[in-house]
Structures are given as structure tokens and as C-alpha cells.
């Protein structure tokens, strides 16, 4: 209920007849109340109540309409509360001019600080689109982001750091949960002291830094690029991280086939060997050599015509050329 009578306000003040109104109603009011307190006041001070017709009508309908207050303020009480009262036209326009002052400065208050309010209401609104759009732009990357705070020691020797900032995917790709405002060693005290290390040298130099490295503890291994962000006395870094644990393993795996294959190769009593396209000797294993009558060092990285002969080569050429 209430947020609907402030939306119908609002909608009444942006039409410009009601905000007139509403100021000479304003005006007519305080007029109505200064007449029933004359028993008990007297006609002195003729202007006072009005001062608060005029502040009202601007701080709510504007400056035109409190313009307009005034000047209504003006006829009614130099009219009523002055000449009726017995004083002479010289005093009523003198008061009156004093009352045009003092209103003109209250209308000029008011617009200094209704204008310094909406400035102040436009800045907290681009903040928050701001920090809207940098939310938006934080949580859409697919990669974990974080901002954490470098803890040091007195001898500046990186002990510890505590999450500031976590994006959508950081739990997905970390395992960690509720990690804002928490320090690593509380949430995992086995990890590594390269990650506090590294991290530690790039909030204290602001060089930023591309790596892989393991986080055992977490069971994973990650690709990161790490940079300093903030101020340098904030000690802050920002982390754009991406869990490789299974590219490592297939890493791992087509390493070991690749020994294996290499170490078959190296012991087949076959002689074998690898050439590049443009017929130049990649690999070969001792019984190759063997075979041509010549050391490895003497074979592999040279063209097969070369280490062959050329008579040699013109009779398997044509087999190499099928291939």
C-alpha cells in the first residue's frame, strides 16, 4: 500500500498544473491556519508561517511552483496581516520585500540541495549498474575467477590468503564451497606453499604470472594467470584459474604409450625408422642401423638419399612414393 501511494505521488508531481496547485494550495492553507491563530498571536510576524508554504511547495513541486508560493505568500500576507492590521502601504512593502528575500534564498537552498541530492542519486545509480555489469561479466566467464587478500608476515614472506571474491564456477572447479572471507590454510591446511609463494611475489612486485602447477590437497591441477589488483598496499590478487587434472592424465598417459613405443622400437630386432615428408630421417632404432652400416648419430635429422646413396635410394624410392 505504501509503495503504491509513492508511485501515485510521483505520477500526481511530474504533471506541471498539479505541482502549481498544489503549491497555492499549500499557500492557502497556511493563509487559513494564520487567521485562526490571530486571537491568540496577534497579527505580528505576518510572514512566518508562510516560510514553511514556500520550503514545502519547493522541496516537493520545484522551483516554479515554490516561486509561485512566494509571490501568492507576498499578496495574501502583506494584504491581511499588514495594511488590515493598520500599517501604512511604505511598511507593508517593506516587510514584504524582506519576506521576497529571505523566500528567494530558501528556494535557492532548496534547489542547490534538491539538485546535489539528485546528483548523488544518479552516481549510486551508475555504481550499482556498474557493479551490475561487472557481476554480470564475473559470473559469465567460464573459467574460476577470485580476488584474494596476500596475508604476510612481519618479514613480508606470503603465510596465508583469504578469498575476497569468487565467481560462479569457482566451487565447480575448486571443490570449495562458501569460500568468501576464508582463508586457504583454514579450508585446506595441506596445501602447497608454492601457491602462497607465487602469489605472495605478485602482490608485493604487481608482475603478473602465467602457470600450471598442482594442488595435491584438492586433488587437482590447474592452469592460472595471476595479477595484482587494486592498490599495492591492499595486497590483492586476482586469479583467473582452470582445472587441467584431465588433460594432465591423458598428458600423462600418451607419455607413457610414447616411452613404450620408443622403448619397442629401441629393442625390435626389425630395423625400423621414421622419415618426414620430405624424405629426411626423424627416428631409427639400432637394428636400422645396423642394416645401412652406419651410427644413429650418422642417420637420424639427415636425408635418406644422403645417408643411402643414391643408387640405393632410386630403388626404393618408388616404394617410398606409394607410402
Excluded at 539538485?115 to 566467464?141: G, H, P, T
Excluded at 564456477?169 to 562458501?178: D, R, Y
Aim: aromatic share 12%; proline share 3%; net charge neutral.
Amino acid at each position: 500500500f505504501r509503495d503504491g501511494m509513492k508511485f501515485r505521488g510521483r505520477v500526481l508531481f511530474q504533471i506541471t498544473l498539479f505541482r502549481y496547485l498544489f503549491g497555492i494550495a499549500l499557500v492557502a492553507s497556511v493563509f487559513g491556519l494564520r487567521i485562526w491563530l490571530i486571537p491568540f498571536t496577534g497579527t505580528g510576524s505576518p510572514f512566518v508561517l508562510f516560510f514553511a508554504a514556500v520550503l514545502v511547495t519547493c522541496m516537493f513541486a520545484g522551483v516554479g511552483p515554490g516561486i509561485c508560493a512566494l509571490l501568492f505568500s507576498l499578496l495574501l500576507g502583506a494584504h491581511t496581516f499588514v495594511m488590515r492590521a493598520g500599517y501604512s502601504i511604505g511598511q507593508a512593502s517593506f516587510q514584504s520585500f524582506l519576506f521576497a528575500i529571505d523566500g528567494t534564498v530558501v528556494i535557492c537552498l532548496t534547489f542547490l540541495t534538491k539538485k546535489a541530492a539528485r546528483s548523488l542519486e544518479n552516481a549510486n545509480r551508475q555504481m550499482r549498474e556498474s557493479e551490475e555489469r561487472y557481476r554480470a561479466l564475473f559470473d559469465s566467464i567460464d573459467e574460476g575467477f577470485c580476488v584474494i587478500e596476500v596475508l604476510f608476515d612481519d618479514a613480508d614472506n606470503a603465510m596465508d590468503y583469504r578469498f575476497l571474491e569468487v565467481n560462479r564456477v569457482f566451487e565447480k572447479q575448486t571443490g570449495i564451497s562458501n569460500a568468501v572471507g576464508r582463508r586457504m590454510r583454514e579450508i585446506e591446511p595441506a596445501i602447497e606453499e608454492h601457491w602462497f609463494r607465487i602469489y605472495g611475489q605478485i602482490a608485493l612486485t604487481g608482475e603478473s604470472r602465467r602457470f600450471e602447477n598442482p594442488a595435491h590437497a584438492l586433488g587437482r591441477f590447474y592452469d592460472v594467470y595471476a595479477f595484482r589488483f587494486g592498490r599495492p598496499e591492499e595486497r590483492q590478487v586476482a586469479v583467473l584459474f582452470n582445472d587441467i587434472t584431465e588433460r594432465k592424465k591423458s598428458e600423462e598417459m600418451l607419455s607413457g604409450v610414447s616411452a613404450e613405443l620408443h622403448q619397442t622400437l629401441h629393442t625390435a630386432a626389425t630395423g625400423l625408422t621414421h622419415c618426414s615428408r620430405d624424405l629426411r630421417y626423424l627416428s631409427a632404432n639400432p637394428a636400422y642401423a645396423q642394416w645401412i652400416g652406419r651410427p644413429l648419430e650418422q642417420i637420424v635429422g639427415r636425408p635418406i638419399v644422403e645417408v643411402m646413396g643414391q643408387e640405393a635410394f632410386d630403388v626404393i624410392r618408388p616404394r617410398i612414393e606409394k607410402v
